[in-house]
């Protein structure tokens, strides 16, 4: 079936060293998969972090980056150098197909000053 | 700009006592509404869709029910709670012409509801 499998938390790290948050998919119902990564900051709703609809190609924002390896079934998010602002709970998510987004479970990222 | 308010923000209720959870969306109109509930330690579910006023969809069935009173209004319901429908509710809406959000959702703030 479809599904997303993400790092479990927690994960602590120390400000500006590195993070990656592993994400991996299955999607044998859905052709050409869409997948996100969301962001929920504490006291804060869900929101969209980054989206890429196209294998090969990488999505970036607030300095996080994630490339769409269709090869690796993979869609890891990486920070060269984490604030402590970053500390949120993190969700992989596969779309596309007309189905409902499938969410990972969250990875919950927690970085000390 | 669009805005999604839910209330409340937590609940603490009885089980076999009612529920009723809402979600407000302004700035946007027509907007595809969903309905999400995550499990403590579970992943996000979509629970309900709806494309316009007055019709929902079911994706999961969990003994709850949802309705679309008004373009801008989404509720979920329940007149008998189970100690299983503990979690984190999230309302969400998007603009892809599909029921299921497979595209960009914006969410809302969420509720937290404890059922004891």
């Known amino acids: 079936g479809d599904s997303v499998t993400q790092t479990e938390g927690p994960v602590t790290v120390s400000e500006s060293e590195s993070l990656i948050i592993n994400c991996t998919y299955s999607a044998t119902s859905i052709a050409y998969p869409n997948l996100f990564w969301y962001v929920r900051y504490p006291g804060e709703g869900l929101q969209l972090l980054l989206k890429v609809i196209t294998a090969g190609q990488k999505g970036s924002s607030r300095g996080f980056e994630a490339t769409y390896n269709k090869e690796t079934t993979s869609f890891h998010l990486q920070k060269a150098s984490v604030q402590e602002s970053d500390s949120a709970v993190y969700y992989c998510a596969l779309g596309g197909g007309g189905r409902a987004l499938i969410f990972g479970t969250g990875t919950t990222v927690s970085v000390s000053p | 700009a669009q805005t999604i308010h839910q209330w409340p923000v937590a609940e603490i209720k009885a089980v076999g006592s009612p529920l009723s959870l809402g979600c407000t969306i302004k700035?946007?109109?027509?907007?595809?509404l969903y309905w999400y509930w995550q499990a403590t330690g579970g992943t996000l579910q979509q629970l309900f869709y709806?494309?316009?006023?007055?019709?929902v969809e079911s994706v999961v069935q969990l003994n709850l029910s949802a309705s679309r009173p008004k373009d801008d209004q989404f509720i979920l319901s329940t007149e008998k709670l189970l100690l299983s429908h503990s979690g984190f509710y999230l309302c969400?809406?998007?603009?892809?012409?599909?029921?299921?959000?497979?595209?960009?959702?914006?969410f809302g703030a969420g509720t937290r509801l404890s059922v004891l």
């Open positions: 969400a809406w998007s603009l892809d012409w599909g029921g299921r959000g497979q595209n960009t959702l914006y």
């Open positions: 709806s494309i316009t006023v007055g019709q």
């Open positions: 700035g946007k109109s027509s907007p595809n």
